[in-house]
């Protein structure tokens, strides 16, 4: 039996015992688990030094690097975000609605847990902590599978928080790491139909190409954004200079910043060289339509895969368009479905771009990397699903459940 | 491009049009279809005629051959479902919640259709038009692909529906059928990454198991139902017969009817000769564990297969058990989490059952066939899923449709 196969199978013996524990119970096992993580910080910090040892002599970029390393503030972040969790109200056993039918059989829609999730995910080492955190207080087992750069790291991790979850009561396999980094591994993870209730990829898009293509288990598909503003014509367009610049500069590598900016062609003359300026002054690359260049001469072309491309970098696509109809017609048509921005005072160009846009997020004069677990108030987040299926948009612990419907009966037959 | 592609890349290109039909366009659609179903019945009479010959000469079974036939009365059925559909409220658009941050943001979370449905199913041509009614209400396309049996009476059903659809104004594309009653072509069907949104299977476990394995789109699994009554020891045992008799045999053949039967052993010796009696009353075939055996003496023996198997006929399993906690370890062991009851006067037993079962619908002193779209007031099903993700249990028009948060700013910036 691989690695896979046999965590996922005691993962799936703890899920109905993990699913049985009270809140009280779960908070206890998250508390216990950060306060060890601080305690035992030495142990991890000695793990994350052979990673980041080992990503710079294989020549890693600094970006990586940095997302790697851990110091004893990073760690701190940890506990305090499993602490963070602990505090949030737990969702299972939650009766969202009950109903009485003319027969009399009463009729209520519980939230319960998934059962079995699995996690598979790239370089930062934190991401292992917040899974863990998530998926215990939504009452299901966990299977991790974090990336090879960080795997001495994730094992120390996962080590201190199942020894501080086994003295708090967490049960056996309910938490555990693929030790095994090999794609196949992965893989084996992906074709667990029956053990595994979900699987969630977070990462970049290759990760999720390769789990579309292989997985056999129902999967959450998160995180790739190409996110577009769309400049209307009719607009403040102070407020629209500021809303571009945030949303392509403030964290350009994640999934909620913008790639391309639509400007309506009624003011493209007046607002394109005030608002490719600001940009530029942060460092971000132009790579214009025709007409754009038309107006500002020095920008680069834009090709068409330029339409297409998530850069998570500091470079935006600028296009020229005819108005909201046409804005929408290319969010469509080369978007990936995650958060587009209309910045507009004008009322039916508003709601329009509200009803005809399909993503998961869709804004009115502000910033598209608002799309995120906690700036919508749900205090959490395990990743922005870009899918329509289960969860769309950020998901916090609810979007780690599902339902059960329990139906009290006094005899009633059919 | 294999007609499963062309279809669906049609019915892609419609699906944003009818996203954007309101409740009384839609209506008007389904209202058109359900008239000319009834005024030209004569075609699809004539159609049916020819599946129901092929099937008689090919020697199918008579129960398939009658759920096959159709006459004036059944299409009358099939047009009244319709307009039972049109008067169900729209879900689309609906703004299940909305909230305000402290940034001022308010976010909304707003119903909207799937997009493109993918229906594969089997033999009765009224799931055609079932099936057609609920994804327009509920402003999705559908890609269909009925049984091989029942090829002209579905062609002929959706060349209606369409002609009646497109003078109501129903986008081209909507609704299509796949006429290539291949495996292959259900293949197809079933690999469309980013053309159909969701496949719905409706069938017996040979579709369900293909779907599992071939499909690469999302899947909503529906219909395997391996359900139990358990019979406590402290229970109105007249109740518990009554119960018991109505989950095996008002309709043996479908997913919510019971096909194991579990009794507690401090009631077995005078609760299994009566129950049983009136079990073979109505023609039940009874195969028994030992101990069943040991106090009704001329039942068969179950061997370890009966105890997964769904019988879908009139056949029931019965095993003696030593109270609610192996009849719980028993049911998730074996059952497909479709539909669970117990029959107890013991408010602890009801508690537990209800917790610990792991099933889309969980009963207490009811019967299982009550797990139904019509049964539980949505007004309509499209299908009972026994899955865990996006929907479970029995799906109405709202487990058709998705969310998108919809965000009013003034120009917030993170």
Known sequence: MNEAMKLATLAKEAAPKLAQMGENEKNRVLLAMADMLERENAGILAANKLDVDAAAAKGQTRALIDRLTLDEERISAMAIGLRDVAALPDPIGEVISMWQRPNGLRIGKMRVPLGVIGMIYEARPNVTVDSAGLCIKSGNAVVLRGGSEAIHSNTAIVEILNKAGKEAGLPEGALSLITDTSREAAKELMQLCGIIDVLIPRGGAGLIRSVIENARVPVIETGVGNCHVYVDGDCDEKMAVSIVVNAKTSRPAVCNAAETLLVDEKIARTFLPVCIAALREKGVEIRGCKKTRAIVPDVKEAVEQDWYEEYLDYIMAVKV??????????????????????????????????????????????????????????????????????????MGLKELTTIKYIIYGEGQIR
Chains 1, 2 share one sequence.
Do not use: M, W
């Open 321 to 394: 368009v005819s108005g909201v109809k046409e804005a929408i017609a290319h969010i469509n048509k080369y978007g990936t479905k995650h958060s587009e921005a209309i910045v507009t005072k004008d009322y039916f160009a508003a709601q329009r771009f509200l009803r005809e846009v399909d993503a998961a997020a869709v804004y009115v004069n502000a910033s598209t990397r608002f799309t995120d677990g906690y700036e919508f108030g749900f205090g959490a987040e395990i990743g922005i699903s870009t899918q329509k299926l289960h969860a769309r948009g950020p």
